[in-house]
């Protein structure tokens, strides 16, 4: 059975506890949604499980919301419709009720993934689309130099790219999706050449593997960034970031089809 916190979150993460500015920082990319767009094709129908504010639901045409999160649902604008009150691993809806489905940068904080896209496979008739981390590539960010503890969390967390496409079944492609350099998603490599965004409490705690690490591991990376930024180290190694127009890094979206 899913345990839930007080908020309702259902996942690894009590959003509860950190999600009240997320909206303010997790902002959708338009050219992120166009991706996400594209790989639901015609689907007139969509389910987005783990929705969330409602990030990406202006890519789908009739969206059906499902998210267990109080504070989250709280913070979904006026003109989406309300969230329902529900788990991925227990949805609420009949077989095959939609035309697609979706699952945004959620899939890694459910508690049991594999139950979670039977599920999701259970009630939709075509495109399953995920967007995700592979977890072999979190690593290869400059973050990891600042803050290893922080991309090795997102590296257990991920599930593997191959277990995803096998819980879903039929036929699978993986998409690598490029980030553009001001991209408004506040996720940790969408800062990969403005890294004094980071150096900012509340953009990282919008990136759920900050609430993982503890307060010792977050002031030696605001002091050692912070030095390399002053002293020029930073830029001497990856100044090219701040004008390479978009960095392919571990982003994916990963679709599957009957």
Known sequence: MTTRTHDGSAGDVDYGAIGSGYSSFRRPDARIARFIA????????????GAGAGSYESAAR?????????????QRPTQLALAIDAVAEDLPFADGEFDGAMTLFSVHQWSDVQAGLREMRRVTRGPVVLLTCDPDLVRDFWLYRYAPEVLDTEARRY?????????LGGTSTVQTVPIPLDCTDGFNEAYYGRPEMLL????????????????????????????????????????????????????VIVRATP
């Open 159 to 167: 599930p593997p790219i191959e277990e995803l496409a096998a819980a």
């Open 200 to 251: 900012d409490p509340a953009a990282r705690q919008a990136c759920s593997a900050w609430s993982f690490v503890d307060d010792r591991v977050r002031e030696h990376f605001d002091t050692t960034l912070r030095h390399d930024l002053d002293s020029g180290a930073w830029d001497e190694e990856f100044g090219h970031l701040r004008k390479q127009p978009t960095y392919e890094g571990s982003l």
């Open 38 to 49: 594209e790989t639901l094709d015609d689907s007139r129908t969509v389910l987005n499980v």
């Open 62 to 74: 009739e969206v059906t919301a499902v998210e267990p999160s109080e504070s989250m649902r709280a």
